[in-house]
């Protein structure tokens, strides 16, 4: 079922040539935005809207064509709801990127991570409310490969090649862990 919300592959690579093109100075690359459209997705927002489309693009407008704009949005909000099918049909998914990081340089897994936390720290106050410590136990991987936070207990993790192999290994399980953590009904 989850197929009919699967992104034709001509829009996705129109949205990746646009992306990751000197074209879009305030916005993330193509991984980047999927990480945020995840993190979105598996958080308690559930949803990409109009405060999270401004932050994602840095509080600007992605293009200076109106027009051109509403289209993006809304195959990101389409790009959006065929993560959350997949998610919502047990589907593991599939990240735009390898899963492979390197200590000591940017990867497009990193970008991936970036994207989620940002989406992460739109909503932080809703993510941890209810279990601070297992939220953060599950974007653990995603918070020290994104390198977005300055923490000396975080880098020896950087720097940790068999540590980052295992780290990234873990991202699609825990998103699927975060997913329904979120978003299953309760006892089932």
Known sequence: MHEQYALPESTL????????????PNGPDFAGVHGFLTGLTVGPRGTLDDDAMLAC???????PDAQASADLYADLKAWQKSIHAALYHGVRLELPCPLHAEPNDDTPLNSWCAGFMEALFLDEDDWYK??????????????????L???P?????????KMLAGMTAEIPEL??????????PEGH
């Open 13 to 24: 690579l129109a949205l990746e040539t646009f992306l990751d093109d000197d074209a879009n």
């Open 175 to 184: 998103i699927t862990s975060i997913y329904l953590h979120f978003h299953a």
């Open 149 to 151: 936070i300055e923490d």
């Open 153 to 161: 207990d975080l880098m020896p993790l950087r720097r940790d090649r």
């Open 57 to 63: 693009f840095d509080d600007e407008a992605p293009l």
């Open 130 to 147: 209810l279990d601070e410590d297992e939220i953060a136990d599950m974007t653990l991987p995603m918070l020290v490969l994104s390198d």
